[in-house]
């Protein structure tokens, strides 16, 4: 087979970063769950999951935004995700899975951005942001 090119989205920072902050929701330990971390169909597909808690029990009626350098990429309506996933709504903490597409302006070799994700509750209270850092690698293979 011809050489195809690949683009590889490369874990470089597993760093998750909490700020200190009020009742509104808290999220932690934002993570890669598959390894690698993005799709092999899709590259710009990555495979996340963050813990939250979130004191009031509105979560569920909230969004989670998928952010990229700290720009918000999408908003993801959080009653259906809890729908898919089994969580009540209720819920006060629990563990999120987010599939999303990251969208970048440029494509070169090397590039570094964040992944960073921010929630707000049915009560309109922000989360913190945790984020991962990824360098991007792009390379050829052949079959």
Known sequence: MDAMARLLLALSLA????????????????????TPCQDAEDPFLVKLAVDFSDP????????IELRVDGKTESAIA???QFNLQ??????KSGTLNIDQDVLLSTVQDGATFSVSVL????QKQDSNEPSLGF???LGTGAQ
């Open 15 to 34: 760093g998750s970063f909490a700020a200190c902050g009020g009742s509104g929701p808290k999220l932690t330990k934002l993570r890669c769950r598959a």
């Open 135 to 137: 360098t991007l690698h």
């Open 119 to 122: 929630a707000t509750n049915g």
């Open 86 to 91: 089994g969580i009540a709504q209720g819920a």
């Open 78 to 80: 959080l009653r259906d």
């Open 56 to 63: 009031t029990g509105t979560l569920g009626a909230g969004v």
